[in-house]
Structures are given as structure tokens and as C-alpha cells.
Nanobody, 114 residues
Framework: VQLQASGGGLVEPGGSLRLSCAAL????????MAWYRQPPGNQRELVAT???????NYSDSVKGRFTISRDNIKYTVSLEMSNLQPEDTAVYYC?????????WGQGTQVTVSS
């Protein structure tokens, strides 16, 4: 499984961005799909997950501001981010599992700054 992420960039505080990630290759049985992030100088942390049934889970820091969604036909996962704050600055990674093995996208930078 290969994951290709897109989106990200520079945005002012209070702004919005959308991240997208497409799974390529033998994509059957991948579940869940998720977004992680790694702020500068910190460890990678979970942002949000979504199962094939559409069950979502969010970290407390993004609840109410971020929305994760997936397309089970196209094998894509997206992250709509609103009211972005400087503390959201990080490299964002999409992730999925297949038979218990983790697969990671290449990471996309999100910078929130005025």
C-alpha cells in the first residue's frame, strides 16, 4: 500500500486548509484511515481516525475544528481543518493499517502564522 498526501501550506491564524490522501496499490482490507502530525521538536501524535463504517475519533486538541472523511470507493481520506492556530503547525501524515501493519504517507507541511 502506498499513500500519497496532498494539500497543506501556509495559512494565517483562523484560516482553513484541506488535506487529502490517496491509497494506491493493493488497497483492500485497509482500515482504519487516519491523520497524524508531528510538530517541530515533538513526537508524532494522532489527529483523527475514521473506520470503513464511518466511525470517527479526534484528539481533544482538534475536536470541533477538524473533520475527517473518507471515500471507500476511491480509497481516499481527507482532513478539513478550520480555525487553524499556530499550535497546529506540524508535518501531517496520513496513515492506514492492513493486517496490523502500518503504512505512512510522505508527510505534508502545515504552517499557521501571521
Amino acid at each position: 500500500v502506498q499513500l500519497q498526501a496532498s494539500g497543506g501550506g501556509l495559512v494565517e491564524p483562523g484560516g482553513s486548509l484541506r488535506l487529502s490522501c490517496a491509497a494506491l496499490g493493493p488497497r483492500y482490507s485497509i482500515n482504519p484511515m487516519a491523520w497524524y502530525r508531528q510538530p517541530p521538536g515533538n513526537q508524532r501524535e494522532l489527529v483523527a481516525t475514521i473506520t470503513s463504517d464511518g466511525i470517527t475519533n479526534y484528539s481533544d486538541s482538534v475536536k470541533g475544528r477538524f473533520t475527517i472523511s473518507r471515500d471507500n470507493i476511491k480509497y481516499t481520506v481527507s482532513l478539513e481543518m478550520s480555525n487553524l492556530q499556530p499550535e497546529d503547525t506540524a508535518v501531517y501524515y496520513c496513515n492506514t493499517k492492513k493486517y496490523g501493519i502500518d503504512y505512512w504517507g510522505q508527510g505534508t507541511q502545515v504552517t499557521v502564522s501571521s
